[in-house]
C-alpha cells in the first residue's frame, strides 16, 4: 500500500500542467546591484536584480515567475525565482520585477561575497494565462523630476469606469538614458472602495535609495476585481522624461530573447499538500491495518479462552 501511495505521488509531482508558453513573456531588461538596506530586501549586501518583462503573446498572462542565475566568471554560484509585479497582463502590457537573491539561493561552499559576482542571467520561467482581464477603468496621470536629489513621481489615478473597486495599486518603473530599468516602486495598497468618478493622489521614489541616472518611468495601475474581455480599454500606463539627472547607472543588461521552457516551481506549495496528504493517508492506513492485526488477535486469544473452558 505504502508503494502504490508513493508511486501515485511522485507521478502527481510529474504530470503538474503547464499552463502557459515561456514565449509568451520577453524579458525587455535589467540591471543589478547590492542592496544598501533591508527596506525592501531581506539583508543589507543581497544582490538585486531590477528588469521588466512584456506579454508578447496573444492570451492574458494570469502571473508570471522569472528564473534568475548569478555567475562569477563561468561558475553558477546561485540560482532562484521570482513572481513578476503585475497579473493579467494583457498583450503588450508590461510589468517589473524584483530579484532578491538571499544567503539560501547560494548553492557553492566556497562563496564569498555578491560583489564578486560578474554576471547575471534572467529567463522567463513559469507563466500561467488566463481569459480574464484587471478592471480597466483606472487612469494614471503623473509627472517625475528629482526633488531634493530624488527622483519622484507625484501622480493621481482616477476611476473612470462605472464600477467600484479596491485594493488599486500603482506599479512604477524607473529606466535610465539608454532604456534599462534601473529601479522600481510598488505603491501601499489603497484598499478602500473607490467609486466612479473618484481620484486618488500617490507619490513613488525608486526602491533600495537608488540614487543613479534616471532619464525616464512608466506606470501600470492594477486592481484585484477582474472583468472579462472586452471591457473599458483606457490606457493604463505613461511615460515622462525628468527635468534633471545625477550618476551614472550600476550594472545592467539588456535583453531580447531570454525565454526559456524550464518549468519553474511555482506550484511547489500544491506540490507539497500532496505529499502531506499522501503522508497524513499512508500513517491512516497503517494504523488501521495494526488495528485490525490487533483485532484479530485479540479475537484469536478470546476464542481459545472458550475453547479450553468448554474443555474443562
Not at 555567475?71 to 497582463?89: H, M, P, R, T
Not at 529601479?183 to 535609495?209: Q, R
Not at 532619464?215 to 534633471?244: E, F, H, M, R, V
Request: glycine fraction near 8%; charged fraction near 15%; aromatic fraction near 10%.
Amino acid at each position: 500500500m505504502l508503494c502504490v501511495l508513493t508511486l501515485t505521488c511522485f507521478t502527481a509531482l510529474t504530470l503538474v500542467p503547464v499552463n502557459g508558453a515561456s514565449s509568451d513573456a520577453k524579458i525587455l531588461s535589467y540591471s543589478w546591484y547590492q542592496a544598501p538596506t533591508n527596506e525592501l530586501a531581506a539583508y543589507v549586501g543581497d544582490l538585486i536584480v531590477v528588469g521588466e518583462l512584456q506579454n508578447v503573446g496573444s492570451t492574458n498572462i494570469f502571473y508570471v515567475y522569472v528564473a534568475g542565475s548569478a555567475y562569477i566568471g563561468d561558475e553558477k554560484v546561485a540560482s532562484g525565482s521570482w513572481q513578476v509585479f503585475g497579473n493579467n497582463l494583457l498583450p503588450g502590457q508590461k510589468a517589473p520585477f524584483y530579484l532578491d537573491f538571499v544567503p539560501s539561493t547560494i548553492f557553492v561552499d566556497d562563496f564569498e561575497d555578491w560583489a564578486d559576482v560578474t554576471d547575471v542571467k534572467v529567463t522567463v520561467g513559469y507563466l500561467a494565462n488566463t481569459d480574464k482581464s484587471m478592471y480597466q477603468g483606472l487612469t494614471v496621470s503623473s509627472e517625475g523630476a528629482y526633488r531634493s536629489g530624488v527622483y519622484t513621481v507625484v501622480g493621481k489615478f482616477e476611476n473612470v469606469g462605472t464600477e467600484s473597486v479596491g485594493d488599486v495599486r500603482v506599479i512604477t518603473t524607473f529606466y535610465n538614458a539608454a532604456g534599462t530599468v534601473v529601479s522600481l516602486n510598488y505603491t501601499d495598497v489603497f484598499s478602500e472602495n473607490i467609486a466612479p468618478g473618484i481620484s486618488k493622489n500617490f507619490v513613488a521614489t525608486p526602491v533600495d535609495y537608488y540614487s543613479g541616472d534616471i532619464a525616464s518611468y512608466d506606470t501600470l495601475i492594477q486592481s484585484t476585481i477582474q472583468q472579462p474581455d472586452g471591457t473599458i480599454t483606457t490606457n493604463p500606463s505613461n511615460t515622462k522624461a525628468p527635468s534633471t539627472s545625477t550618476t551614472a547607472p550600476q550594472n545592467t543588461q539588456s535583453s531580447s530573447s531570454s525565454s526559456s521552457n524550464s518549468f519553474i516551481g511555482s506550484h511547489r506549495t500544491i506540490l507539497i499538500i500532496i505529499v502531506i496528504l499522501v503522508a497524513i493517508t499512508s500513517i491512516g492506513v497503517i494504523l488501521v491495518l495494526t488495528n485490525r492485526d490487533k483485532h484479530k488477535q485479540t479475537t484469536t486469544s478470546t476464542e481459545t479462552n472458550v475453547t479450553a473452558d468448554t474443555t474443562e
